[in-house]
């Protein structure tokens, strides 16, 4: 089988290329490189350098390559920025992925795994939070994903599209073989924040709100690694070829920790004291979301193989602190 990947040079689309090929199957990425590196995609697979809303460009990679599905992970993804420029983010993520969609319809490629994310949610009225809970983004960017959701259905009903929305919850780690990890500047991701204090680049961890109703006052999260995430792609992409119906999954550990906790074990970790500064709470974090993976482990199998937090932090340490 051989696959599109979007956003294949970024954190999340490089790991799971590297999944796609251990199980066998042939890549071919497109990434413009504004939040990617082109040292992270995967050596020897072809890529294309350009926007996955070129339906020329997307026209000649249909044409060039017998493509049988798309993983489409290229997209715009800071809450703040998008609270800033909505209009931005229904553009780049909404609006070009309409332009994908449009012409895997024309080429007739019938598959297709969409990037989505717990933002959908908002804040949750119960965790962990199944997949039937409502959506009612509380952020643009939530939104601009919650619409492409919502396109699906027409591409399947029209053109056959089998498709799968993982809405992942808080992505972290690096490859425990080294071979990609998260690089993204700014950063604003609390795991690579926190171990850029442990490095010594920073002098503290800016701690955005510690008077949440929550047991230690800091908000809490389900980290789920990288790699357990990428292996999660390739299930789908199974269970769409067996015939699975089409749908929402979330993919989380279902286990929370708070801020603390996780600069609790990155201390442990590195072996470094990490300061914090107690700053005011940041717009639009809800207090609490963990996942209901239940859907994941009965409808693709799907067995976490890094889900200790102190592994999830070793192996972005691992990676931080390379060279
Ligand atoms: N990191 C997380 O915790 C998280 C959580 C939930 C959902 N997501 C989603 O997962 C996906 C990947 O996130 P990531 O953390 O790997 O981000 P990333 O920024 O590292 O990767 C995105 C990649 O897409 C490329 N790209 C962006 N817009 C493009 C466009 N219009 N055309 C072509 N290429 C484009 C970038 O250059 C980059 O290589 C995104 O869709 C994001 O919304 C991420
Ligand atoms: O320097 C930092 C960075 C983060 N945090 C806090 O750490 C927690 C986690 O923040 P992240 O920025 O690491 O992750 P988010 O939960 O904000 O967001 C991530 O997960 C969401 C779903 O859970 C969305 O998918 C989103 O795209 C993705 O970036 C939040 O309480 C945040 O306020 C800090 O205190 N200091």
């Known amino acids: 089988m051989k696959y599109l990947v979007t956003g294949g040079a ?3 689309g490089s790991h799971t290329a590297l999944a796609l090929l251990a199980a066998g199957a042939e890549v071919v990425i497109l990434d413009n490189l504004t939040t990617g590196h082109r040292a992270l995609a995967p050596k020897g697979v072809p890529f294309y350098q350009g926007d996955v809303g070129d339906a020329g460009l997307l026209q000649e990679i249909f044409h060039t390559h017998s493509i049988d599905g798309v993983l489409h992970f290229a997209a715009k993804s800071l809450v703040g920025e ?3 420029d909505p209009g931005r983010y229904f553009l780049a993520n909404t609006g070009q992925t309409t332009a994908l969609l449009q012409a895997m319809a024309e080429a007739g490629v019938k598959r297709f795994v969409l990037s989505s994310t717990a933002a959908v949610y908002g ?6 939070i199944p997949e039937d809970h409502p959506v009612r983004p509380t952020n643009p960017y939530g939104l601009s994903k919650q619409l492409i959701e919502a396109m699906l259905p027409w591409f399947a009903r029209v053109h056959g599209l089998k498709w799968m929305a993982l809405r992942y919850f808080n ?3 690096a490859d425990p073989e ?3 990890g998260e690089q993204h500047d700014p950063e604003t991701h609390l795991i690579p924040n926190v ?3 442990a490095q010594g680049e920073r002098e503290f961890l800016s701690l955005f709100g510690d008077d949440y109703a929550t047991p230690d006052g800091t908000c809490i999260r389900d980290y789920i690694h990288v790699s357990d995430l990428a292996d999660a792609h390739v299930l789908a992409l199974q269970a769409l070829a067996a015939g699975r119906p089409s749908g929402v999954c979330n993919l989380g550990n279902g286990q929370g920790f708070s801020v603390l906790q996780v600069v609790e074990t990155a201390r442990r970790v590195t072996s ?3 300061p914090l500064r107690i700053e005011p709470r ?3 974090d809800p207090a609490v979301l963990v996942a209901s993976n239940a859907r994941a482990m009965a409808e693709l199998g799907w067995r976490p193989r890094y889900a200790d937090l102190s592994v999830i932090i070793e192996t972005a340490w691992r990676w931080q602190s390379r060279k």
């Open 282 to 284: 940041r717009p639009g």
């Open 171 to 173: 992505v972290a780690g």
């Open 178 to 180: 080294g071979r990609s």
């Open 82 to 84: 998008s609270m800033q």
């Open 272 to 274: 470094h004291p990490i």
């Open 10 to 12: 970024g954190y999340i």
């Open 123 to 128: 804040e949750p009225d119960q965790v962990p």
């Open 195 to 197: 171990l850029k204090v």
